[in-house]
C-alpha cells in the first residue's frame, strides 16, 4: 500500500532556463542562466488544479499532461507514495519556443516537489538520474538543478556522471529567440545515427577547448570551441538563418555563438566586451529577420545557483 503525501505540504520550485548543447558539447554540455520560472506545488485530498501564468502561459498544458505535474506524480509513485491532489501554480518566464530548457525546468521542479514531499529522501546523484530518465537527455537538467558550467555523462552502466564547474562573472549570454519553435523530438529525428571519426574529433577538440578556456579565463579560444559538426549541420534547415545569426553575433563582438540546445534559439558569449551585449542581440534578431524569421534578443547572466526548493505545511 503507498503512502500519503503529508495533505496540505506546500513546495516552491525555482528553476533556471539552461542551455544545451553549448558549442561544441552536443548532448554533454549545458550551462544555467539566470531567468526562472517558478512552480508553486500544493498538495491537497484530491483533485488537479494547475494555473499558469507569464510567457506563452496560454500555451503550456492547464490539465494532467503538464510535465511538471507528470514528473512529480512519476517520481512520487517510484518513491512508494499515493498522489491524492495537486494545486499546481507555474509563473513561466522562460521562453517556449526551445533551445532555453523550458521542459527541463518543469521536470526538475516536478522532481524536486516529490523529494521534498517526500522527505527527502533522493541524493543529488538520485535526482540528476530521475529528471534525466524523464527528459530523455542530461545537458539541460543537470545544469537546471546544479547551476554554472556541467558536463554531463551517460555511462555504459546507465548512470548519469556531471561535473559542475563555475563560470566567471565576466562572461554573459545574448539569446536570440524566434518566434517558432522547434520539436526536440523532431530535431533528434534528423540527427545521423553514425558520424565520421573526424567529425567526432572535430567536436572533442572544441568542447575540451571550451571547457578550458571558461576554467582558464582564456576567452580567445571561445569562438573555435563554439564550432560544431555534430548537430547543427544536420538542424540548420530547421533553423532559417542559423549560421547568418551566429556569425553576425561574432561580427558585432560576441566571442562565439551557437545553437541553444536544439534550438531555435541562437545563443552568443560575449565576455570583455559587455556593452556591446545590446548591439549583438540586434544584430542577431536582423540576421534573423533577413531570413525571414521575427525574434527578440535577451541578454542573460550565467548562474552559480540551480533549482531552489522552499517547504511550508499550510494551514487551511
Ligand atoms: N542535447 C539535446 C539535443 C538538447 O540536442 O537533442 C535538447 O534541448
Not at 499558469?52 to 507514495?81: F, M, V
Not at 542530461?138 to 552502466?157: F, K, M, S, T, Y
Not at 572535430?202 to 582558464?216: E, P, T
Amino acid at each position: 500500500m503507498d503512502k500519503p503525501v503529508v495533505p496540505n505540504c506546500r513546495v516552491v520550485v525555482e528553476v533556471p532556463a539552461t542551455v544545451a548543447n553549448l558549442g561544441a558539447g552536443f548532448d554533454v554540455l549545458g550551462m544555467a542562466l539566470e531567468l526562472r520560472n517558478t512552480y508553486d506545488f500544493r498538495f491537497v485530498d484530491s483533485g488537479v488544479s494547475i494555473v499558469i501564468s507569464g510567457e506563452g502561459a496560454a500555451s503550456l498544458p492547464h490539465d494532467e499532461t503538464h510535465l511538471g505535474y507528470q514528473a512529480c506524480l512519476h517520481t512520487l509513485r517510484k518513491l512508494g507514495y499515493e498522489l491524492g491532489g495537486v494545486e499546481l501554480r507555474q509563473k513561466n518566464r522562460v521562453p517556449l519556443a526551445g533551445g532555453l530548457g523550458n521542459s527541463a525546468t518543469a521536470v526538475v521542479a516536478g522532481v524536486l516537489a516529490a523529494n521534498a514531499a517526500a522527505g527527502y529522501p533522493l541524493s543529488p546523484r538520485e535526482l540528476l538520474a530521475e529528471a534525466t530518465a524523464i527528459e530523455g537527455h542530461p545537458d539541460n537538467v543537470a545544469p537546471a538543478l546544479q547551476g554554472g558550467l556541467v558536463i554531463c555523462v551517460n555511462r555504459e552502466d546507465g548512470e548519469v556522471q556531471s561535473l559542475r564547474l563555475d563560470v566567471p562573472s565576466t562572461l554573459m549570454t545574448v539569446v536570440a529567440v524566434p518566434d517558432f519553435c522547434v520539436d526536440t523530438a523532431q530535431a533528434r529525428r534528423v540527427l545521423p545515427r553514425y558520424v565520421s571519426l573526424s567529425d567526432a574529433v572535430y567536436n572533442v577538440g572544441r568542447a575540451s577547448l571550451l571547457v578550458g578556456a571558461i576554467c582558464s579565463g582564456e576567452f580567445e579560444h571561445l569562438e573555435e570551441s563554439m564550432q560544431d559538426r555534430l548537430h547543427q549541420p544536420y538542424r540548420r534547415h530547421l533553423i532559417p538563418g542559423l549560421y547568418e545569426v551566429c556569425s553576425a553575433a561574432r561580427q558585432a563582438g560576441a566571442a562565439g555563438a551557437s545553437l541553444a540546445g536544439a534550438g531555435p534559439t541562437v545563443v552568443a558569449l560575449v565576455t570583455e566586451e559587455i556593452h556591446k551585449a545590446e548591439m549583438i542581440g540586434q544584430a542577431m534578431t536582423q540576421a534573423f529577420l533577413e531570413a525571414g524569421v521575427s525574434a527578440r534578443y535577451l541578454v542573460l547572466a550565467p548562474t552559480a545557483t540551480g533549482a531552489t526548493v522552499e517547504t511550508a505545511v499550510v494551514s487551511v
